[in-house]
């Protein structure tokens, strides 16, 4: 097994990447930033703490949108703790939490954050639930959500279903971020890692034999090896 250091970061020109964190079933934390405008993708646990320390205050309040690949808690986790610091600090600007359709975690968070404080918020809440998988523009950056495939076991310990689950393209002139979230091996992924400046894949599966919840080591390389750069994440410590 690879034991990742992180944080892990990359930059060209004005636009950068750093992870704080990507331990399966713990903690995922993604910070882009293309010029002054920042972003935050998959909040998971300790999101917050890791801003803090990084950026401070002001330019936590800054941040215009949380992209979240699925639900589940390590991807997740933190998005309570960002809303309700973004309230007490007085946050002005808007923000917008884009999430694939029929992600109940993002929609469930959200309308108990609202029940709670929509009459003492100061800012602006707006979700995207993504249902069909189309480019837009946030802030100057290109953004092309593509679906992935991610399965979860049901009680029964085997019986699986599909997780809502995107992957995100970022381009900011002309340099390309792709990050694939959780996923198996899939041809979206291969499509969109593929000659991208940094492709960010997951490799979280134990062993070797290919499943439908996450890729190999051996899988991953392959897909990281296509672009021009690539950081395996997610990797069982
Ligand atoms: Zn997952």
Redesign the pocket.
């Known amino acids: 097994m690879i034991r990742q250091k992180y944080p892990l970061t990359w930059h060209k020109e004005n636009f950068s990447i750093r992870i704080f964190c990507s331990i399966p079933n713990v903690a995922t934390g993604i910070l882009l930033a293309a010029d002054k405008n920042l972003f935050v993708v998959d909040p998971g646990d300790g999101i917050l703490r890791d801003l803090n320390k990084e950026i401070g205050t002001g330019k936590i309040l800054s941040i215009s949108d949380i992209f979240v690949t699925?639900g589940?808690h390590?991807?997740v986790g933190g998005v309570w703790a960002l809303l309700t610091y973004m309230r007490v600090m007085n946050k002005r600007t808007p923000l917008t939490i884009h999430y694939p359709h029929g992600c109940v975690e993002i929609e469930s968070i959200h309308n108990a954050f609202i029940s709670v404080y929509s009459a003492t918020l100061p800012y602006e809440l707006k979700l995207n639930e993504i249902i069909e998988p189309k480019s837009f523009k946030s802030k100057g950056v290109l953004v092309r959500p593509f679906p992935v495939m991610?399965k979860e076991y049901l009680h029964d310990g085997k019986t699986t279903r599909q997780?809502p689950a995107l992957g995100y393209k970022f381009t900011f002139k002309r340099k390309k971020i792709c990050y694939g979230g959780?996923t198996a091996y899939c041809d979206d992924l291969v499509k969109q890692a593929k000659n991208s400046d940094l492709a960010v894949i997951e490799a979280g599966h134990e062993d070797d034999t290919p499943d439908d919840m996450h890729m190999t080591m051996t899988e991953a390389k392959r897909i990281g090896k296509s672009a021009k750069d690539y950081f395996l994440v997610h990797v069982p410590e």
Do not use: I, R
């Open positions: 699925h589940h390590d991807h991610h997780v959780d």
